[in-house]
């Protein structure tokens, strides 16, 4: 399984996402720039510049629209296959996450709790140039609790699912802004949260060394998936009972362990046995964030260390369903 290796930030990377159908790959990273590779080769498509600041999420949207989010204080949203951007949204402090729903036509995305500006998530139509030019959301949530550090859409683009760094997991109605459900499994932060391809349940990556799967509608618990250090990203595979987990130690503590102790492997356990089944050792620093082809048959992950790994499967993954 040799990978493709993406050299295309300077920084660590922050997020990486693959487009609906799975031929582009979109990465940003602390560098400011967001890049768009083909995943098929792991050639550099382009680059999307404007942004002043680490970029800390992006979103591609039926290959015409691509938002990132940064902690220059704004929220951008661009043509993808120019590069040239559409929309500015300006914030009072950091974009941690940002999303398009189903229709692709809200926007959301939520802003860090720092400088004396409380955490918000935010709701744009952009049907309504209005909202765009005024920079006026029609709904905007404040979460004085604890802020919100990664969020998705739900199912039918009826609410957002988003982690805090109480390790709550809520559900913001996209109407009205209320919170729907919410639960605590988490001990920690959680660090990511991913839907299946199907947008029925979720995954949540957290501090506490563990990830775990959630009914998307519901927020019931279904499944834990147990490390000895922190996960800082995970991912469900859309063909297979498979989940992928990203992590290591944190940044700051890495500095004299080798890869193997440095535990900074990606995982494969199974979804419903809960056990690990496989590791694919290569970052050279913590894995921030993993990713699943839609087509379920590669997946990437990206590093603390700059690097985006593109890993195709051999052909006996597929097997392994079997024998299990």
């Given amino acids: 399984m ?7 930030h300077e920084r660590s990377i922050t997020q990486i996402k693959y487009n ?24 550099r498509l382009g680059t999307y510049n404007g942004h002043a600041g680490a970029v800390c999420d992006v979103w591609p949207r039926d290959t015409k629209h691509v938002l990132t989010g940064s902690a220059d204080n704004s929220c951008r949203l661009w043509d993808c296959e120019t590069g040239k951007q559409l929309a500015l949204l300006n914030t009072s402090s950091a974009v941690r996450t940002c999303g398009f729903d189903f229709s692709g036509n809200i926007v959301m995305f939520s802003t860090d709790k720092q400088m004396g500006y409380q955490c918000y998530l935010n709701f744009y139509d952009l ?6 030019e005024d920079n006026q959301p029609y709904v905007s949530v404040p979460c004085s609790e604890s802020k919100i550090t990664s969020a998705v859409w739900g199912p039918l683009g009826e609410f957002v699912i988003a982690g805090h760094e109480s390790g709550e997991i809520n559900q913001f109605s996209a109407k009205s802004g209320d919170v729907l459900k919410k639960v605590k499994e988490h001990t920690k932060q959680i660090n990511d949260i991913q839907s ?16 775990k799967l959630f009914d998307a509608t519901s927020l019931d618990h279904i499944k834990t998936f147990k490390t000895e250090r922190p996960v800082n990203s995970a991912a469900i595979s859309p063909i ?16 004299t362990t080798s890869t193997r102790i440095g535990k900074f ?3 494969f356990f199974h979804a419903a046995y809960e056990e690990e089944f496989g590791r694919v050792k290569g970052h050279f620093g913590p894995i921030n964030c993993v990713a699943f082809h839609p087509d379920g048959k590669s997946y990437s992950s990206g590093g603390e260390d700059g690097y985006v790994r593109i890993h195709y499967f051999d052909p006996q993954y597929f097997d392994f369903e079997l024998e299990a």
């Fill in 20 to 43: 609906r159908e799975g031929d582009l790959l979109f990465s940003v990273a602390k560098d400011t720039v967001a890049n768009v590779w083909y995943s098929v080769n792991g050639e």
């Fill in 2 to 8: 040799k990978p493709i290796l993406l050299q295309g």
């Fill in 265 to 267: 492997e990606a995982r």
């Fill in 240 to 255: 297979m009972d498979h989940v992928v987990m990203g992590g290591g130690q944190e940044a700051m503590e890495v500095t």
């Fill in 127 to 132: 049907r309504d140039p209005q909202q765009i």
């Fill in 196 to 211: 299946s391809v199907d947008l029925t349940s979720i995954i949540s990556a957290s501090k506490d060394n563990t990830a």
